[in-house]
């Protein structure tokens, strides 16, 4: 029997996946986080061990840290380590630049950046300190994998540092267009901290290709080619392979879940309150990326034109609190609960309210139940790296007579566009056409569809993403890694 491999998974994100909140005044308590990348994660870390690195949630000083830590990921197979940020580190190398300057201006959306010197010498130090971390814990033949846009001077740092290890960083956001781009101040540091990694990976082609065309434009002296299915940038005697890796989810796990008599139980519930009805489903974080207004102005737009819809389809739009108490996102929670309530004073009728809004986190049965109790998803985004609500949808409708209605700006479109009805979001009469289609889709087409959509993600699931990245990064697979066996789900488990 060949030896087992001693090389780590080390993976380095803005936060741990788990959040700490307080119980009492000396008591903590510790619960699994959410978001794409907990979600992509966690499978993957969970079956093969190593380290988790990031900062857990908290600003004040947690008594027994480690401890707690040690205590959520005991059993798993891998280790959290967390970094410490105080709450004026966390206002401006997170609400800051990370959310003031590079989202808004990732996303296309330059009107909305905020371009604060402040903020980009709190985004270095704190990227200074992740890179600290790192060095203290990391073991020379370590895979250092680095993930998003809140962390890319990170490698610069470990460069700096005399750090050898193989550096991986994988970009989940969009990555803008040269025009756009060019409006960073500090553009020429951002990409040339991205080129002092072994492999960069992006979502989509598309995204590549903005990232390539930026070097090319604004990095004197850097030599691109192409070599198989990547582009190789060769700069001050490194070089860096550059990559489009769509990500994935756990679509058996989200599948097998989805299965639960709990689940179920849920779904006739819905089924049976709002009888011979087609639900509709939207479901965002709160972000002004995530076309929730469009997506309700399409929605009237559709009870207007098209009248034999009333009373025959309900919209459950769930919008997840985020970053509450900034005021670009209060304003846009206030302009949601208002266009909502213009359309329900404006359509309801007696028996039927055409809008149900929630404004909270779903439990993960309330979650799953949502999904497969949905005749149609809206994922209708103004611009997405690649939206995994997208793909969650399609593991979880078991009983294959769903639509999906897909944002042609999420990365998602590029692997699902042929078999999901694809609208450019800002068109509001072309969204709600899509919406009228698929109610009016027949069965046949439907299975077909949503067939073929599931396939998809079936296929080109997190451990696919996974095991692609690593081919690129280091020409192995993810078995090169260590298996935990005792932790491995059935489901999870390969060959």
């Known amino acids: 029997m060949a030896p087992r491999s001693n090389k780590r998974l080390i ?4 936060r741990l996946p788990y959040v700490l909140s307080h119980q009492s005044t000396d008591t903590w308590t510790v619960k699994p986080g959410a978001g794409g990348l907990v979600t992509a994660l966690l499978p993957v870390l969970r079956d093969r061990g190593g380290l988790w690195i990031g900062w857990p949630g908290v600003t004040e000083e947690v008594p027994g840290l480690d401890s707690i830590l040690e205590e959520a990921s005991g059993g798993a197979g891998y280790t959290l380590k967390a970094v410490p940020l105080t709450q004026r580190e966390v206002d401006e190398y997170y609400h800051g630049y990370s959310n003031e300057s590079l989202w808004p201006l990732f996303h296309d959306l330059q009107t909305q950046c905020e371009f604060d010197p402040d903020y980009w010498h709190t985004y270095v130090k704190v990227n200074r300190k992740f890179a600290d971390s790192i060095v203290r814990d990391c073991r020379p033949d370590d895979f250092v994998w680095i993930h998003d846009y809140q962390l890319i001077d990170v490698a610069n740092h470990l460069r700096d540092a005399g750090c050898e290890a193989n550096l991986a960083f994988f970009l989940h956001i969009p ?4 025009d756009i781009f060019l409006k960073l101040p500090e553009r020429q540091t951002v990409l040339t901290s991205l080129m002092a990694h072994d492999l960069v990976g992006f979502q989509t082609l598309r995204d590549r290709r903005n990232f390539i065309q930026c070097v090319r434009m604004l990095i004197k002296n850097a030599q691109v080619r192409v070599e198989k299915n990547l582009h190789v940038i060769r700069f001050e005697g490194r070089e860096t392979r550059v990559g489009n890796f769509p990500i994935g989810i756990d679509a058996a796990g989200f599948a097998e879940r989805a299965a639960a008599p709990e689940v179920q139980s849920q779904v006739d519930d819905i089924k049976s309150r709002w009888p011979d009805r087609q639900f509709i489903l939207g479901l965002d974080r709160l972000d002004y990326t995530k076309g929730i207004p469009e997506r309700v102005r399409a929605f009237a737009n559709l009870l207007e034109r098209f009248p034999e819809v009333r009373g025959h389809v309900n919209l459950f739009q769930v919008v997840i609190p985020s970053r509450e108490g900034i005021p670009k996102y209060d304003e846009l929670k206030l302009e949601i609960e208002r266009m909502i309530g213009e359309i329900n004073g404006r359509f309801s009728r007696l028996g039927w309210v055409p809008v149900h809004y929630f404004f909270r986190s779903l439990d993960p049965t309330e979650l799953l139940a949502f999904y497969r109790a949905a005749d149609i998803a809206l994922v209708t985004a103004l611009k997405d ?25 999420a990365g998602a479109a590029a692997q699902l566009g042929k078999a999901a009805l694809v609208v450019n979001p800002y068109d509001v009469e072309q969204t709600a056409d899509a919406i009228y289609n698929a109610f009016r889709m027949a069965k046949g087409e439907r299975r077909y569809r949503i067939r073929r959509l599931r396939r998809n993600v079936q296929t080109q699931d997190i451990f696919w993403w996974v095991d692609s990245f690593m081919r690129a990064a280091i020409d192995k697979d993810l078995s090169d890694f260590p298996i935990l066996e005792d932790y491995i789900p059935e489901h999870h488990q390969r060959k």
């Open 11 to 14: 993976v380095v994100s803005n």
């Open 175 to 178: 990555f803008p267009s040269p």
């Open 385 to 409: 790296g690649m939206n995994l609500v997208a793909k969650e949808y399609c593991a979880c409708s078991l009983n294959e007579d769903s639509v999906l209605i897909l944002s042609q700006f």
